[in-house]
């Protein structure tokens, strides 16, 4: 059985209503209730201060993580005894909501990869960069 496309688009349209329907009729109490359950209690401590504009988390270990800041800044993190240390800065764009980005550690290596934007030619563009550390 083939379906026409005027009849696909009507059909499609109309269980979109139906679903928006569905999520903006639910009651408050229902989906605060759900949350509450999901969730339970949350325990937050800081584990690092004095960051500018952290961006991105990678894990090196349950005790150290490597953060990246949009100015450009590579930071390793000690998460027991809330240390920071910068390892390195790369050129970055830092405007509006470019600069350094995000960031990973591939192994074996290490390498990082680091995403970030940079002004090439007079325009701004997003870059995967890799590096060893």
């Avoid at 026409?4 to 009651?27: D, E, H, M, Q």
């Avoid at 960051?51 to 090196?60: A, G, M, T």
Wanted: aromatic share 4%.
């Amino acid at each position: 059985m083939r379906i026409g496309r005027r009849k696909f688009i009507v059909v499609l349209a109309a269980g979109g209503a139906a679903a928006a329907y569905a999520l903006l009729t639910r009651s408050r109490e229902d989906s605060e209730r759900v949350t509450r359950e999901d969730v339970g209690s949350i325990e937050v401590r800081d584990l690092a201060t004095g960051l500018e504009i952290p961006w991105s988390i990678s894990f090196l270990s349950e005790s150290e993580a490597l953060v990246t800041e949009r100015p450009g800044r590579v930071r390793l993190v000690d998460l027991n005894a809330g240390r920071t240390q910068t390892l390195g800065t790369v050129e970055v764009a830092h405007v509006g909501e470019g600069g350094l980005l995000g960031c990973e550690v591939l192994r074996p290596g290490p390498r990082l990869l680091l995403y970030r934007t940079v002004m090439r030619g007079g325009s701004l563009a997003n870059f995967l960069t890799s590096t060893t550390t």
